[in-house]
């Protein structure tokens, strides 16, 4: 008895030649500028501020809601006088610090929690247990422990940083290749050397959303950890500027803050993050 199965004849199909069929299409330069990703993002921001000025107008209290131009002189103002920039400066300089620490830290618990049993335990149980711990809620115990000044503030931006970089770090471990894993070993390395040159490289998409993720986590608690710190000091960064602005009803100037908390959100994510991802992951083609 035969058991293999029928061998199906090969055949060769004839394609219908393209003929004056034009395969590429003529853009006009309107077009051309529409598939540039900046223009887009610009007219949404333009769409939102003119969605913005015209609900101001119908609303006609500035105390409430003023005007896109009233905050964008505001912002203007601001910026030329230099307290506004002072501030922006004092933040950013504690969140550096903060987001430096985090990722120390987070890259030294990785790298144990992939080297060792005690390691992994421990990542485990930690991140289990201060995860879900916000991180503004530690406020008041870094304000006992390290009082009034930016220790304090790092403290909290160090939390918010270290245990979601931790995770996705870990889970980008986790996912290399057995293949990369045994290439690594067959080149004799070891320890912190197997890490840097085979894990850091394959994770590193898993790396990058982590640090966006953190940076996110970072600035969002840096802003609300500055209305009370500042609150208790009476100094601070862009966080207390927006707070003194409302206690003293200058809603212009706090929304010129607020403004400036969403610009330096908007640079940092499309301009550091978004080149970091261009000339690592996406020219790898690890990413699209």
Request: proline residues 3%.
């Amino acid at each position: 008895m035969n058991a293999l199965p029928p061998v199906r004849p090969e055949y060769e199909r004839e394609l219908a030649p393209l003929g004056d069929l034009v395969i590429e299409r003529d853009l006009s330069v309107a077009q051309r500028v529409w598939q540039q990703g900046w223009v887009r993002k610009l007219s949404i921001l333009l769409l939102l501020a003119l969605i913005w000025e015209i609900a101001a107008r119908v609303q006609n209290n500035d105390l409430l809601l003023p005007s896109f131009i009233d905050t964008a002189r505001a912002f203007g103002e601001g910026l030329l006088s230099g307290e506004l920039l002072d501030k922006v400066w004092i933040s950013l300089k504690v969140l550096v610090k903060g987001y430096v620490i985090g990722i120390v830290l987070a890259f030294v618990l990785t790298t144990l929690a992939v080297s060792t049993q005690f390691g992994r335990d421990l990542l485990s149980t930690l991140t289990s247990m201060l995860n879900p711990l916000p991180a503004i809620a530690l406020l008041p115990l870094a304000l006992l422990w390290f009082g009034l000044g930016e220790n304090s503030l790092i403290f909290v931006l160090v939390h918010s940083v270290l245990w979601a970089l931790a995770l996705n770090t870990y889970a980008g471990f986790l996912g290399v290749s057995e293949t990369l894993r045994m290439g690594g070993r067959n080149y004799g390395l070891r320890g912190l050397r197997y890490v840097l040159l085979i894990l850091v490289p394959a994770a590193l998409p898993s790396i990058l959303a982590g640090l966006k993720i953190g940076w996110a986590f970072a600035w969002r608690t840096l802003i609300a950890a500055e209305l009370v710190f500042g609150a208790s000091s009476g100094r601070g960064g862009l966080g207390w500027y927006i707070f003194q602005n409302r206690n003293e009803l200058y809603t212009d100037k706090v929304f010129a803050g607020l403004a400036a908390v969403i610009l330096i959100g908007l640079v940092v994510e499309n301009l550091v993050f978004d080149s970091l991802e261009r000339v690592t992951v996406k020219r790898w083609g690890m990413q699209r």
